[in-house]
């Protein structure tokens, strides 16, 4: 059903919801969605780190405004308006928030080692210059995706388990343990819409990779991955690829990707896909190994400066061949 002027005016959503609504709309754009596509609140929770409550208003919203529909009782939302409107409608919406800002900021200092290992939210506030209320919410995201962890007696220190080369070795041996066994599971089953919406999303980035944020190859790589790992149909799986995903995300939001390494992977994903299209696990579990074994062979900015090597020169040699 059309809504009305009157239903768009009796709807006044919140400043989250209408961020939340905002973002909705970002990963509508995105993944490629065309109209008819499924939305569900569980997905979009997860992959926004909101709970359900502030998505389901979200999408309420967002249905008066004719860009998402209901698709019936418990059935969630689908995409209603044309590709061209959402995408209109994205580049007018500024979507980062203050936190998304100040999180960034922090990934950035800390690649550059303008962040201590040990701090204290007093340390902060100075730092930055920013409100108590802001900083706690920040940090408190950090925490949960396994970023930094609560001193014993005071304050908080970040974890250290990407940053050295052990670190970084044991993340990729437990990966090439988990990923390639997940698509060898007896219950997996490729989510076949899905499996076509991530097509579309490696082939746009093939088509330009040199219009590519590295933020936005994370969350398509980051979305290939977990979802894989969701199709094993063993959660156990899932939820340990999607932790691994966290403690990734914050060192990856300041990476430089080069155009080759961007494309090389594209390819590699599409060939994992292609395999489980035709049906042959045993071929995509051989082809994830692959996979993870080139990407476990880089080593990221913050390990080359742990080293001493100067991050300028260190990322100009490595932009060739970045593996995500």
């Known amino acids: 059903m059309i809504s009305t002027p009157r239903d768009r005016a009796s709807l006044q959503p919140t400043k989250l919801q209408r961020q939340i609504a905002a973002k909705i709309v970002e990963y509508i754009r995105d993944h490629g969605l065309r109209k008819g596509d499924h939305l569900t609140e569980l997905a979009l929770a997860e992959v926004l780190q909101v709970s359900r409550t502030p998505v389901r208003a979200a999408l309420k919203y967002l249905a008066t405004q004719d860009i998402v529909a209901p698709s019936g009782p418990r059935r969630g939302f689908s995409v209603r308006a044309p590709a061209a409107s959402v995408a209109k409608l994205a580049r007018e919406t500024n979507t980062q928030t203050d936190e998304d800002a100040l999180y960034l900021k922090f990934a950035e200092d800390y690649t550059r080692g303008e962040l201590r290992e040990q701090f204290s939210e007093a340390d902060l506030m100075r730092q930055y210059g920013t409100n108590r209320g802001l900083l706690v919410r920040v940090l408190q995201r950090m925490s949960k995706e396994g970023v930094i962890e609560r001193n014993p007696g005071y304050g908080w220190r970040f974890a250290p388990l990407l940053r050295t080369d052990k670190g970084h070795a044991q993340s990729y041996r437990f990966r090439l343990a988990v990923e390639p066994a997940a698509l060898l599971e007896p219950d997996f089953a490729l989510d076949k819409l899905w499996a076509a919406r991530s097509r579309r999303e490696h082939e746009a980035i093939l088509a330009r990779p040199d219009r590519l944020a590295a933020t936005r190859f994370f969350e398509v790589n980051t979305d290939f991955h977990e979802t894989l790992a969701a199709c094993s149909g063993n959660r156990f799986f899932h ?48 082809l994830m190994r692959r996979h993870l074994q080139l990407a476990a062979n880089v080593t990221p900015v913050l390990i080359s400066m742990e080293r001493g090597t100067g991050s300028n020169e260190r990322t100009a040699e490595r932009e060739p061949n970045s593996r995500e």
């Open 239 to 286: 939820h340990t690829v999607q932790f691994q995903s966290k403690l990734r995300r914050f060192l990856t939001y300041s990476w430089n990707y080069g155009i080759e390494r961007i494309t090389a992977s594209c390819q590699e994903h599409l060939g994992i896909l292609t395999a489980l299209e035709r049906g042959d696990q045993e071929w995509a579990s051989s």
